[in-house]
């Protein structure tokens, strides 16, 4: 099995190239859902998170925008959500890599791979990456967003010109989607894996 890292800064369209590997038959490993999942109504991360930050939880789950309040620009409160979040969704990944043991190519897709020091345990980087303009457009067109969170969220994560550097393919999403398309494809073919479905 060859374990492939999607990775790419917030608004590359790392979710749209995820579905691109998927749609070829790639078993797909989204870390963000499993978040979402776990941080949902009766998910198993709601309690550990509303004793640790107050009130960022309710009937739906954890409250995303009221808890990025409480850990963004707070290094040490970002430092204990994780500490909570990100052994969950270790054990998650565990759990999918044995269910797709025999499948010849499978993708993680983890926002902040070079970030939190996830790269050492995939065998091939994928990285999107679309030009600043592309990316700041698509952010601050999501509900809740402004410049001065795109401007924080961006600081926090390692600049898009480094990680294509480490990247051993990088897809650009800047461009028509058939091109996007196109890339993932021929990285599929390189690898040797998917159906073709």
Do not use: N, Y
Not at 42 to 55: K, M, S, T, Y
Not at 82 to 109: G, N, Q, S, T
Not at 178 to 185: F, I, K, N, P
């Amino acid at each position: 099995m060859t374990i492939v890292g999607l990775t790419g800064s917030i608004g590359m369209g790392k979710s749209t190239v995820a579905k691109m590997f998927a749609d070829e038959g790639v078993p797909v490993f989204d870390a963000d859902a499993v978040v979402h999942r776990l941080q949902g109504p009766e998910g198993a991360l709601v309690a550990g998170i509303e004793a640790h930050f107050p009130g960022t939880t309710g009937q739906e789950g954890v409250d995303r925008t009221a808890l990025a309040e409480a850990v963004l620009g707070e290094p040490e409160a970002l430092l204990r959500l994780e500490a909570l979040i990100h052994p969950a969704v270790a054990r998650e990944r565990e759990a999918f890599l044995a269910e797709h043991v025999r499948a010849p190519l499978v993708l993680l897709d983890i926002p902040l791979l070079f970030e939190k020091g996830g790269w050492d345990k995939v065998d091939t980087i994928v990285v999107v990456s679309a030009p600043a303009e592309v990316q700041r457009a698509r952010v601050l067109v999501r509900p809740g967003m402004t410049e001065e969170k795109f401007d924080r969220i961006v600081a926090l994560q390692t600049p898009d010109a480094e990680k294509r550097v480490r990247a051993d393919f990088v897809v650009p999403t800047g461009g028509p989607l058939d091109e996007t398309r196109a890339a993932v494809r021929a990285i599929i073919a390189c690898l040797g894996g998917g159906t073709g479905r």
